[in-house]
């Protein structure tokens, strides 16, 4: 079970499975998927549907081959990112222990108490820590790339002649 990381941990962690991916901005949710099915060897599979309720409920089912993200096929693609985002965050923080599917984006009841690290859309720190990530993830897929970073992954060698240059090797750090 993985524990409660606090936002800037959660940020770091962020940017070390986008420079552990060889992200580099901006990129989609689906290169993003792509990118960790390979590095985990375990399809993940993005799949549009009817959800109803609401475009902010996402659902992520982990199955016996392969790991399934839900989102709402009418949803603004935005926000159909930022599910797509939450819910590879769950993946990625370990935050099923145990389960075989999540569902998120259930709202409180009327007069429970959201407290720290609670929203009036999400319960418990699992969910403040995928919906932060998701934000996270989201806001850097945007970012226009670096001018003073390197196109393709480098060999550790050149990292030295490229920092000579002024170069970097991430966009992210």
């Known amino acids: 079970m993985a524990h409660q990381l606090s936002s800037g941990q959660l940020q770091d962690f ?6 552990d991916l060889a992200l580099r901005p901006p990129f989609t949710p689906h290169e993003l998927c792509r990118r960790l099915a390979e590095q ?16 902010s409920i996402g659902h992520l089912v982990v199955q016996e081959h392969r790991d399934r993200i839900l989102y709402e096929r009418t949803a603004p ?10 819910e590879v965050t769950h993946l990625v923080r370990d935050h099923l222990s145990g389960h ?15 407290g720290p690290t609670r929203s009036s859309l999400y319960e418990g720190w ?6 932060a ?7 850097m897929a945007r970012r226009r790339a670096r001018p003073d ?3 393709l992954p480098s060999h550790h060698p050149e990292h030295n002649m490229a920092a000579a240059f002024g170069l970097r090797r991430s966009d992210w750090a």
């Open 77 to 86: 693609t935005a926000q159909q990112a930022t599910v797509i985002y939450h």
């Open 14 to 19: 962020c940017q070390n499975l986008l420079a």
């Open 40 to 55: 985990r060897g375990r399809p993940l599979k993005l799949q549009a549907a009817d959800l109803g309720a609401t475009t």
């Open 126 to 131: 699992q969910e403040w820590e995928a919906e």
């Open 149 to 151: 970073s390197l196109a």
């Open 100 to 114: 075989a599917a999540l569902t998120c984006g259930s709202p409180f009841d009327e007069g429970d108490d959201p």
């Open 133 to 139: 990530g998701a934000r996270m993830l989201a806001r």
